[in-house]
Structure formats: C-alpha cells, structure tokens
C-alpha cells in the first residue's frame, strides 16, 4: 500500500513539475500533444499523457489520477505500469487514429478514463470479490465522468478530447483482461 502512495505522489509530482517547466518555457512541452494522422506525432503517443494545456487542465486531471493510480496500483508496481503502458498506448493511438484533423491532444485524462474502466472491470475478470466492491464504489463515485468519453454537445463544445477518454477507456478494460490473475494462471499452467 505504501508503495502505491509513493508511486502515485511521485508521478503526479513529475506531472506538475513537467507544468511548471511548461509555463516557464513558453508552453514549449506543449508540442508533445498527438496530432492526428501525421506518422511523425507517433512519438508522441506516450509523452503526452505527461503533458497538459495549463494549470486548471492538470488540477483537473490530479485528483482522479492520484485515487484510481492508487487503487490499481495496489494489486502490485509491475502489474501497474503495464496496466499504465497499455491504456497511453490504446487512448494515444484512438486519437492519433480518429480525432479531427489540426486538434492537439494532450494530459492524464486518457490515462484516468483508463483507470477507472481497469478498476471497475478487474474484479469481475478475476473473480475477486474484494475488486468487485472496489470497482463497484469506484463506479458509483465516479460513474458520471464516463459522459466524457462521448462526443456530447458540452464535451465537444468545451473541445475536451472525448476520444482520448472513450480509448483510455477501451484500454483499461482491456487491460483488465490482459494483466487478469486468470489469465497470467492459465500461462503458467500451459
């Protein structure tokens, strides 16, 4: 549990060191955002989920990312930053694929959605009631964030990224799947 604090506190640190050296610098970081479509910004697929468009866009992100990062975290460090690696990897490449074209992408929100849909759907994978409540409380405080992964007329008129949410989404619950006690038993028994 200590170290999932650690861990948590330590990424979100990094996330607000990165802001301060953003804003200091012109928002020069900025241009790690993802631009759709262009094979260049593939780079950037993991790197802007580092990144945020200012200050209110990271205190927004900070609060979910801390709790959900803590409580994923908890079932073991490994297993997390695979978990982690695999949402950057699934919302970044959702928005490289389908956002429109000329938008910049950036921030955690990706990385949240995905979190949530890993600590809601984990339990019931694996069969442990203990993540099934877990994930059942999760989606009873959080449930209402899941309008941000749907291009409605407030998402879209306040040009917040619903497809970086909808595929951070997508890979959690398939990193539910995929770092499953289930799954990762039946590799070992074959």
């Known amino acids: 549990m200590k170290r999932a ?3 948590m506190l330590a990424w979100v640190a990094l996330l607000w060191v990165l802001e301060a050296v953003d804003q200091a610098g012109d928002n020069k ?7 759709p479509r262009q094979f260049g910004e593939l780079r950037d697929v993991i790197p802007a989920s580092f990144m945020h468009f200012g200050w209110d866009h990271l205190s927004a992100n900070t609060g979910p990312l801390l709790v959900l990062g803590f409580i994923a975290a908890m079932r ?3 297993r997390f930053a695979g978990v982690v690696a695999l949402i950057m990897l699934v919302s970044g490449l959702g928005v490289w694929l389908v956002s429109p074209a ?3 992408t950036a921030g955690a929100s990706g990385v949240v959605f995905g ?3 890993y600590v809601v759907v984990r339990g019931f994978v694996d069969r442990r009631m203990a993540d099934v409540l877990i994930g059942i409380v ?3 405080v959080y449930g209402s964030m899941v309008w941000g ?3 409605t007329d407030q998402v879209v008129e306040q040009s917040i990224s619903w497809q970086c949410h909808l595929f951070g989404l997508v ?3 398939l990193a539910a799947f995929y770092f499953s006690d289930r799954r990762r038993a039946g590799l070992r028994a074959g």
């Open 5 to 7: 604090a650690v861990v």
């Open 171 to 173: 890979g959690g619950v």
């Open 102 to 104: 000329g938008s910049h």
């Open 115 to 117: 979190l949530f849909g």
């Open 138 to 140: 999760v989606a009873l």
């Open 29 to 35: 970081l900025d241009t790690y955002a993802i631009t």
């Open 76 to 78: 073991g460090i490994g």
């Open 149 to 151: 992964a749907l291009p």
